[in-house]
């Protein structure tokens, strides 16, 4: 909790340095013009605004424009080899947690197929990561009279609850490996994800108990079919819209 209320505090900081560099450049960038020794910018200004007329300005306008001059060259050179390289890391730090949350989907999903129908074809779980289609798949009958939702959890047993939870506890592993490397310039997905995680760490001991079934359903049915208890079913992914936010 600390580190997370740590990791907001350099987020806001950082937001407030982005803010402060990009204030200085654009400075920076305007007295390079207004400095300049040919006068044009300060002949444009004049004409829309009344200037004072310095004598012996000259000197000021050299010190002035060579100042925004090597302000203005600092920043490009830090954006290119600090903020780029950056940005560059965190995008494949994405496409890493992107693919991951993939395998956990397809993981879980394999084993709640099994579970529903006994078996399952090759490609099948693929095609049910969509949020829609897992829930109208596992909402309708297999053929024994209740929906396949309600069989997985009729189904669920010592070996399939441990699975689960291992797949659970991997992905859980990987959103903390993915904040500790990458520096998420906003709240929100910050935010969201340090909550994902505390929900994961709080189903680690599923055990078959009936309203520990019932949890563990629950959770799983709230990322793979997108159901939300205020807003109801989403339209989108929720987490794959706030990781593709950072």
Not at 8 to 29: E, F, N, P, T
Not at 121 to 135: N, R
Request: net charge neutral; aromatic share 14%.
């Amino acid at each position: 909790m600390l580190r997370a209320h740590l990791s907001m505090g350099m987020i806001s900081l950082r937001k407030l340095l982005d803010q402060v560099l990009v204030a200085i450049g654009v400075v920076s960038l305007a007295s390079m013009f207004f400095a300049h020794e040919n006068p044009f910018a300060r002949d444009w200004w004049c004409g829309l605004a009344p200037c004072a007329t310095l004598p012996n300005a000259t000197p000021g306008y050299k010190i002035l424009y060579d100042l925004a001059v090597g302000t203005f060259v600092t920043l490009i050179f830090y954006f290119l080899v600090v903020r780029l390289p950056d940005y560059r890391k965190r995008l494949r730090f994405k496409k890493l947690i992107v693919e991951q949350y993939r395998s956990f989907k397809i993981k879980s999903i394999s084993m709640l197929l099994g579970l529903a129908d006994g078996s399952y074809s090759a490609g099948h779980p693929e095609k049910l990561i969509s949020q829609h289609e897992f829930k109208e798949y596992f909402k309708a009958q297999n053929g024994t009279g209740e929906d396949r939702w309600s069989r997985v959890a009729n189904s669920l047993d010592d070996y399939h609850v441990r699975e689960l939870l291992k797949a659970c506890e991997k992905f859980r592993d990987d959103i903390a490996f993915f904040l500790n490397n990458v520096d998420v310039p906003d709240d929100k997905p910050f935010e969201f994800l340090n909550r994902l995680s505390d929900v994961i760490f709080q189903v680690r001991d599923t055990t078959t108990d009936y309203d520990d079934i019932k949890s563990l359903c629950r959770f799983l049915w709230e990322i793979l079919a997108g159901w939300d208890w205020v807003e109801g079913y989403r339209k989108t992914d929720i987490i794959q819209d706030m990781i593709d936010a950072i």
